[in-house]
C-alpha cells in the first residue's frame, strides 16, 4: 500500500494541494481551492477549506500533510501555529508538518540549500536559506517584506493595484496626466462616473483579492505604452528590486541562486524583464531563474525528507 504525503501550498487567493508517494516522489494527483489566510478567513474558515481539498484529492488517510502556511512567519516558533494544531486534531492518525507558504516554496527550487526566491502575487516578499547549524536542521532564514496589507506589500498585485486606482483617481481629479486607467477602472467595477467610486469603495468596499485583480488592468494598460501604467510598474520593479537586493547580499557570491515566483512575476512581462535587466547589473554572477517545481511539491518533499531522517 502506497504511503501517501499531501503538499499544500496555501494563500490568500487559492490553495494548491498535490498528493506525493513517500518512495517514487511523484505527484499523484493536485487540486485547487480557496486561500487559507488566517488574518482573512480565520481558523475554522481555513481548516475547513484545508479539509475539502484533502477531500478532493480522495484521499482518506495520508501517512502526512505538510503545508505552507500563509500567516506563518519562519524567524518565529511556528511548533504551535493554530492551523497546524487544528489539522493535527482533524488528522490525528496523520503526521503533521508545517512552515510558511514562501519556504516550502524556496524548498522545492533547494531542497534546504542556500538559495533565495522572491516571491510577488497578491502580496509579496522574499526569502533565503543559508546554511544550517548541523545537516539535521532546517536552513537558517532570511526574510524581506511580506508585512501584509496594511503596507500595501510593495511590488506585490494589490500594490501595483491600488497605485494604479490612486493614480486614475488623481487623473480624474486634475492632478495627474490623462491616462487610460481612467476608464479601465471605470470598466473594471462596471461604473459609469467615476464619483459612483466613493461611494463603493466606501459603502461596500472591494475585497483584497477583487482589488488586487486590477494589477492586470495596469499591466494591459502598460502594453499600450500607457505612460501612467508604466510608471505604476517601474516603481513596483524597483521595489521589487530592493528586496532581492537584500536576499542576494546574504548570500555568498558563488550561492546568488534567486528564484522568482508568484503571478505577477511568471505573467508581467513588463516587470520581471525589467527585474532581471537591474539584478544582472547589479549582480552579474547571478542566476536568476522561474522555478521548475511546485512550492506544494515543495511541501511534501519536505515532509518527506523530515520522515526520512526520523528513521
Known sequence: MKRIVIGADGGGTKTA????????????????????????????????TLCQGIKKLGIATPYAISLGDPSLDDSCDNSKAPLMSALQES?????????????MALYAHTQGKEGAMLVSGTGSMGIAFTSPETPDKDPEVI?????????NDPG????????????????????????ELCQ????????????????????????????????REVAYAAESQDRGAMSV????????RLHAVSLL??????KRDLALSGSVLKNNTFVRQGLLKALQKDFPEAKLSLPDKSPQWGAAIYAINKIGEAK
Open 17 to 48: 494541494l498535490c498528493a506525493v508517494d513517500i518512495d517514487s516522489k511523484s505527484i499523484l494527483t493536485q487540486c485547487v481551492c480557496e486561500g487559507i489566510n488566517l488574518f482573512s478567513v480565520g481558523l475554522d474558515g481555513a481548516l475547513n
Open 91 to 103: 488528522f490525528p492518525n496523520t503526521l503533521v508538518f508545517s512552515k510558511s507558504d514562501v519556504f
Open 143 to 151: 526574510t524581506v517584506g511580506g508585512r501584509g496589507f496594511p503596507t
Open 156 to 179: 506585490s498585485a494589490y500594490s501595483i493595484a491600488i497605485n494604479g486606482i490612486s493614480l486614475a483617481l488623481m487623473a480624474f481629479d486634475g492632478m495627474a496626466s490623462s491616462t
Open 184 to 215: 479601465r477602472l471605470l470598466n473594471y467595477f462596471s461604473l459609469s462616473d467615476h464619483k459612483m467610486l466613493t461611494e463603493l469603495f466606501n459603502s461596500n468596499p472591494p475585497s483584497h483579492k477583487e482589488l488586487s485583480g486590477f494589477a
Open 233 to 240: 510598474l517601474e516603481r513596483a520593479t524597483e521595489d521589487l
Open 249 to 254: 547580499r546574504a548570500l555568498p557570491g558563488d
